[in-house]
């Protein structure tokens, strides 16, 4: 299983790890902006594949 989370930055869509959300610090492959992938509640994760 896999979550799609978007940028904040650019809004580019990427998938991550769901075992490794909470807290996390993700770095977009699209511009190189670092963020925190709070918890599955936050707006940032947009689906579960």
Same mark, same amino acid.
């Given at each position: 299983? !896999?979550?799609? *989370?978007?940028?904040?930055?650019?809004?580019? #869509?990427? #998938?991550?790890?769901?075992?490794?959300?909470?807290?996390? *610090?993700?770095?977009? *492959?699209?511009?190189? @902006?670092?963020?925190? &992938? @709070?918890? !599955?509640? #936050?707006?940032? &994760? !947009?689906?579960? !594949?």
């Amino acid at each position: 299983m !896999l979550l799609v *989370v978007m940028c904040p930055k650019c809004g580019g #869509k990427q #998938k991550t790890n769901p075992r490794r959300v909470s807290g996390s *610090v993700k770095k977009c *492959v699209f511009c190189g @902006h670092s963020f925190v &992938i @709070h918890s !599955l509640e #936050k707006d940032r &994760i !947009l689906a579960v !594949l």
